[in-house]
Structure formats: structure tokens, C-alpha cells
């Protein structure tokens, strides 16, 4: 059998990061080294003041903390960890592809086979690599051939081991996971191989929630589980418009079907859309997979979840304009929100810069309050739609730190991100300091709407209706 000394990572962004300092920490004689090209985002993991770690999750600057300089490394020399490591995680990003054949639909490999090139020049002992970036189906395929292609005698075993953390609650997820699952061949090396990263989850995770399979089914399972829970949010959103015009309450039909046993409470909260980088980009890369094999049946009925999400955020953001007597040019609205969930400050795909980017088309003046997200990268999430030159973006939005402040003078407030804080508000001194009637448009049902009203807002809560 074969044990694990030395691991290195490479990519430490939202996987990377905090998968390996999780590992570093719960097995104190494995050496984690986690690499990245990006000097900035290496300087930060290593920043002194934990605060100022580069992904934000509730409780990783304490497992950092304890494991950093210890077991725990992060560093810009790829070839080094590359060289010293007995086994090499491959954790960077696999976004759709913007350019060529497959074009907004297939996932862009070109991270995953540099990396591959860079292992196979660089390796001079048998190494185990891990797919932790979630791939098509098929990929250690290309992997394989890149790497036993270099004619130096070292062998490869090629593992899949998605990640099935959510960002948010990583931590939790990394230390607790439901599963884990780990897809290699059946040859005796690759049994080898798999009992091997077996033994390094087995050092804090009970042995039967440690799945085994084959290559491709493994794969397929990560595509296939972000798809299943993207179809249920866009399930209950398209609900959540039905409920809208009938009087129905969105969150009580949830609790309704959500108490049975069959379907389960969990993913059913309407909302402006889900976000984050992983379900629409996972979606598209499953409907393009199946469009190549031909199975366009079953590649429309998952382009469909897609589909819902884009019509979700675009009447959010209708229904504004719409509320604001047709025109909010002009109108101070101020955004609650730009993260694209609660206790992250991971902005990819997030709904609220698909709305800012309706209402500024409209001429709105924004003012954006988020706790986790900065103004540089607010303004980077604008430009890079490229729907109005940066200067216009400058000019109509405004970044700020205090929620008060942002909600001063404005039409209207919307929420984009549910954090808890945003219960917590004066929500009378706020309504004090509006331009009446004061709107207030809550994309994730999280406040009080009977007392919102009551104060005097004029409340949109999504997925609920007049009755
Ligand atoms: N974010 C999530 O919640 C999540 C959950 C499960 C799975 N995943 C998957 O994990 C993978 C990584 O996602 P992420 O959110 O961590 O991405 P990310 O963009 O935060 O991090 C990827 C990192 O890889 C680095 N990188 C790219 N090419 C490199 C190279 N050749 N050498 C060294 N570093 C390189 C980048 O600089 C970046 O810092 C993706 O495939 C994603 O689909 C993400």
C-alpha cells in the first residue's frame, strides 16, 4: 500500500485553498504545498493578518492558523511541488469557453492540459494525479495520453475526485462531508492508487461515507448532482411567478411539499436566481456533452434550468423599473447585496451584477453595499459584461461601507444576497431617510414584509402575492 507524504495543489482559489488546508490540518505528517500562478492570491494566503485571506469562509482563517508553516504551504513554485509531491491535485478553473468550437457551453481545458504538460516535464518520480477541478466526462482520458506521452518512465495513475463543497459553509462541508468520492481505474495500480487517497480522507471521515468508483461515472456524478440542485431552485423560481398572480405564498408551498420525505426541504428558497460559478457553467457543460453525442432531447431539458434562472433575474429587475412608474433613470436604487450567496465574498455569476446591469441600461444611479465585496471588484464584475464602457460604470455606480449611507435618499432598495446582517437593520431609521414612497424589492424573501409594510414600504417580496 501506498502512503502519502507530500501533496501538492495546484490552483488555490475557492477549491483549492480551503480543500487542502482542511487536508494540512487533519493530517499533520502529509506536507500540503498549494501552488498558483497568481502572486497576488499566494501573498494573501500568506498574509499574516488571516482577515485578509483571499476567499472568505466562516472558520478558514482558524484551520489556516493552525496548520500554516506547518504542514501547510502556499507558494508561485509549481515546479518544485510539482517535483517533490507523491501526489498532485489538480484544482483550477475549468470556465466555459469563450471563444471557438463549443462556444458559452464547453468547458475551457486549457488550465487542466497546461497543467498536465507542466506535470509531464517536470515529473521524475511516479506521481497519482487528482482531478479536484469538476470536469466533462472523459477528461482523464486526454489527461492519460498527455501524460504517459513523455517517454521518461514515470508512470500516472489519474483519480476523480470532485469537490462537493458549497461555498459558504465550506469548511463545514470539508470537515462533515456527506461523501466523498473517488473514481480511478481497476487495475491493481489503480486500486493502489484509489485506497491511497482513500487513507488521506479516512484520517477524519468515517470509511463508508468514502465512495469508490469508476473514472467516468465519477465525473459525470459532479456534472450530474450540480444540475440535479440547480433544477430544484429553478423549479421553485418558476413557482415562485405562478405564486405571484394567483396569491399564493412561494415559502409556505415550500414548506408544504418540502415536509415530504420523497422531496426534502432543502433547495427550495425562491429566490433572483442562483449564482456562483459552478451551476450555470456545469449545466452548459452537460448540455453540451449531451449535444455531442446527439441526445438533444435531453440536452434541451436541461438547458431549460438555464433558461429559468436568465428569466428570474431579468423580472427582478424588470419588475423595478416596472414598480418606479416605467423609469429609474436618474433614481438613487440602492443594492443590498453582491456576493452571489451569504458569508462568501465570491461574486462569479452572482444575479445582483445581471440586475445592476439592467438598471444602469435604464440610467439608474447604484449604490452597492455589500459586507464581503469591494468596490474594485464590483466595478471588475461590471466591466467585464462590457455593456457600457468603464467610465459610464464609474459614473452611475458608487461602492460604499456603511448600509446606512447607501440607503439614504434613495426610490427604492433591493436585496440580492441574503446575509443575515440585513435582518438585523433599523429598518424605521432607513424608511426615515428615503424618498417616498420608499420601495423595497426583497430578491430572497429574508425580511419581515407585514412589518416592512407597516413601517410604510411599499414591499416586493419574491414569490409572494397580493392575496
Ligand atoms: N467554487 C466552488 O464552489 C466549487 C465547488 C466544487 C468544485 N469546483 C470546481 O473546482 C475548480 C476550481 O474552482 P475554484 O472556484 O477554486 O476556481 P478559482 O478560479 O477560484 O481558482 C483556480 C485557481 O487556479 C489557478 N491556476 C489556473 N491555471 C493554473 C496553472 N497552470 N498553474 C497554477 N495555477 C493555476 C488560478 O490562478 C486560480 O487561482 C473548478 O473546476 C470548479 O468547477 C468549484
Known sequence: MKSIKNICCI?????????????????????????DINEKRIAAWNDEDVSKLPVYEPGLDEVVKQARGKNLF???EVDK????????????????????????????????????????????????????????????????TILNNTGNGVKFEILSNPEFLAEGTAIDDLLNADRILIGGDSTPSGEIAKQALVDVYAHWLPKERILT?????????????????????????????????????????????????????????????????CFQKDILNLVYIAKT????????????????????????????????????????????????????????????????DYLLNEMAELTVYDPKVSEEQVLADLDYLNSRSENENRKLIKVVNDPYEACKDAHAIAVLTEWDEFKTYDWSKI???????????????????????????????IGIGAE
Open 11 to 35: 490552483g488555490a482559489g475557492y477549491v483549492g485553498g480551503p480543500t487542502m488546508s482542511v487536508i494540512a490540518f487533519k493530517c499533520p505528517e502529509i506536507k500540503v504545498t498549494v501552488v
Open 431 to 461: 424608511h426615515d431617510n428615503m424618498l417616498k414612497p420608499a420601495f423595497l424589492f426583497d430578491g430572497r424573501a429574508i425580511l419581515d414584509m407585514d412589518k416592512l409594510e407597516e413601517i410604510g414600504f411599499q414591499v416586493y417580496t
Open 293 to 356: 453525442y446527439g441526445l438533444n432531447e435531453v440536452a434541451d431539458y436541461w438547458e431549460q434550468v438555464i433558461i429559468m434562472n436568465d428569466h428570474q433575474k431579468l423580472r427582478f429587475a424588470q419588475n423595478i423599473v416596472k414598480s418606479l412608474f416605467n423609469t429609474v433613470s436618474g433614481k438613487k436604487i440602492t443594492m443590498l447585496g453582491w456576493a452571489f450567496k451569504k458569508d462568501t465574498n465570491d461574486t462569479r455569476e452572482s444575479a445582483a451584477i445581471y440586475v445592476a
Open 81 to 144: 511541488a510539482i517535483d517533490e509531491a507523491d501526489m498532485i491535485f489538480i484544482s483550477v478553473n475549468t470556465p466555459t469557453k469563450t471563444y471557438g468550437i463549443g462556444k458559452g457551453m464547453a468547458a475551457d481545458l486549457k488550465y487542466i492540459e497546461l497543467c498536465a504538460r507542466q506535470i509531464a516535464s517536470v515529473a521524475k518520480t511516479d506521481k497519482i494525479i487528482v482531478e479536484k477541478s469538476t470536469l466533462p466526462v472523459r477528461t482523464a482520458e486526454a489527461l492519460k
Open 74 to 76: 502556499f507558494s508561485t
Open 213 to 277: 468508483t469508476n473514472v467516468w461515472s465519477s465525473e459525470l456524478s459532479k456534472l450530474t448532482a450540480n444540475a440535479f440542485l440547480a433544477q430544484r431552485v429553478s423549479s421553485i423560481n418558476a413557482l415562485s411567478e405562478l405564486c405571484e398572480v394567483t396569491g399564493a405564498d412561494v415559502n409556505e408551498v415550500s414548506r408544504a411539499i418540502g415536509t415530504d420525505s420523497r422531496i426534502g426541504p432543502k433547495f427550495l428558497k425562491a429566490s433572483v436566481g442562483f449564482g456562483g460559478s
